[in-house]
């Protein structure tokens, strides 16, 4: 029996979290802006994308962790690693299997449920959480099946979902890191002005930098485009008017 309280419970830190560093990365945008970007044009839609990513998220995890509960911990004998190799590997694994989840819903059999996420055409850090319910599963529930094989420690898992949290921020922010900097990071991890390409109108640009956090599976399966190696001074972001749908459908994923 799923608790609703228990949910909303179990939201309240990675909930918390999101906010705080929304605050700090909204006052990052005023400072350092690395487009114009008119915010109230999509926050009906930006407010429901959260609300559907987060209720949906919270839900999924609860009925997932309600069954491994009922299973029991390590349930494959997986959980042998010491944690020195198990922990960064969790970290490795679960962004790699977020890296070919995104990579699928490029795909055009998946490109429904993944609509609604490129749908935004002012990239800021609220922005970046227009998610359908199918796309939020397909992001989480294999990471939470991996910390159950590998009987992760709640805390470790908690940690990981933080991440997430912070880096969907890092990634649609709209903020003008020093290019340096950038560059310097990129080879890691995931910039804004990385992301930003991915959310382009150009297909040759839009079905490439797939990373969530870490920027180096798109060098090594050959979907990197370099930020370096585009004219940042015409790109539009959104949908084209062929592929928009109407909004109901586009947050349903049909
Ligand atoms: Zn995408
Ligand atoms: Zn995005």
Redesign the pocket.
Known sequence: MIDGWRILWDMAVPLAFFFAAGALFAAGERWRPLRSVDKRSGRQLDIIGFAVTYGSGGLFLAVFTEFANSIGPDPLGLATLPWIISIPLFFLVTDLLRYWAHWAMHSQRLWAIHRF??S?AE?YWFS?NRDTAAHTALLIVPSAVFAWLMDMPAVVAQFNLLLQILW?HV??CNIALPAALSRAIETVVVTPRL?EL??SLLPALRDRNFGSVFSFWDRLFGTYVPPDSVDRSGLGFGLEPQDRTPPLRMVLGL
Do not use: K, P, Q, Y
């Open positions: 996420h490129h935004v990239l970046g969907n990634m649609h992301h991915h959310h």
